[in-house]
């Protein structure tokens, strides 16, 4: 099939692991999330919430923004703080090779 109308500016296909977790926090909060490891996004993971289809880039440097988990997760604090302590042990350092 051809695509005459379509610019591309990126296509590229590469190897990754997924590694699936799920998990229950004091909040009682059930989480069900896929974290991917690629080669892109500077060594950042994407973290998938599996329960609501949303899926972000995240780094060390994001998880020290505060609100970011909240509201890119749709969290409480005390969710987003739950979260935050299973990633902190998972996304470890950006690498920028660029």
Same mark, same amino acid.
């Given at each position: 099939?051809?695509?005459p109308d379509?610019?591309f500016? #990126?296509? #590229?296909?590469?190897? *990754? #692991? +997924?590694?699936?977790? *799920?998990?229950?926090?004091? #909040?009682? &909060?059930? @989480?069900?999330?896929?974290v991917?490891t690629? /080669?892109?996004?500077?060594? &950042?993971?994407?973290v998938?919430?599996l %329960?609501?289809?949303? +899926?972000?880039?995240? $780094?060390?440097?994001?998880?020290?923004?505060? $609100?970011?988990?909240?509201?890119? @997760? &749709?969290? +409480?604090?005390?969710?987003?703080?739950?979260? /935050?302590q299973?990633? %902190?042990?998972?996304?470890?350092?950006v /690498?920028?090779?660029?």
């Amino acid at each position: 099939m051809l695509l005459p109308d379509y610019d591309f500016m #990126s296509d #590229s296909t590469e190897e *990754t #692991s +997924t590694r699936f977790v *799920t998990f229950i926090g004091p #909040s009682m &909060k059930r @989480f069900d999330l896929a974290v991917t490891t690629t /080669n892109r996004f500077y060594g &950042k993971k994407l973290v998938t919430d599996l %329960q609501i289809g949303k +899926t972000a880039i995240i $780094g060390a440097d994001d998880l020290e923004e505060e $609100g970011y988990l909240e509201h890119t @997760f &749709k969290l +409480t604090a005390e969710e987003a703080d739950e979260l /935050n302590q299973f990633l %902190q042990l998972v996304v470890g350092t950006v /690498n920028f090779t660029d």
